[in-house]
C-alpha cells in the first residue's frame, strides 16, 4: 500500500479520535472512537515497521468500544 495512503489512514484516525471528545451521545462518541481505534489498528499494522504500541492498546480499545456498545443496545 502507498505511503501516502497509511498517513492518511493515521490522520484519519486521529480525526475520528478527536472528535469523539466533542460528541455529547455516548453511543455516538463510542462509534466514532471506535473507527478511529479500528484506523490505528490499519495504519500500525500496514507501516514499514509494524508498530506494535499504536496496534495492541487500540485494539483493546476496540474490544472495549464494541462491549459496550452491545451493552448499551440490550439496555436499549
Not at 493515521?10 to 471506535?34: E, P
Not at 509494524?50 to 483493546?60: F, R, T, Y
Request: hydrophobic share 55%.
Amino acid at each position: 500500500m502507498s505511503p501516502t495512503i497509511i498517513q492518511y489512514i493515521g490522520y484519519a484516525a486521529s480525526v475520528f479520535i478527536v472528535l469523539s471528545f466533542v460528541l455529547k451521545n455516548i453511543k455516538h462518541i463510542r462509534i466514532v472512537n471506535l473507527i478511529g481505534c479500528i484506523c490505528f489498528v490499519i495504519y500500525g499494522a500496514m507501516n514499514d515497521t509494524v508498530l506494535w504500541p499504536i496496534i495492541i492498546p487500540n485494539a483493546l480499545l476496540s474490544f472495549i468500544q464494541v462491549y459496550y456498545l452491545i451493552k448499551l443496545s440490550k439496555n436499549g
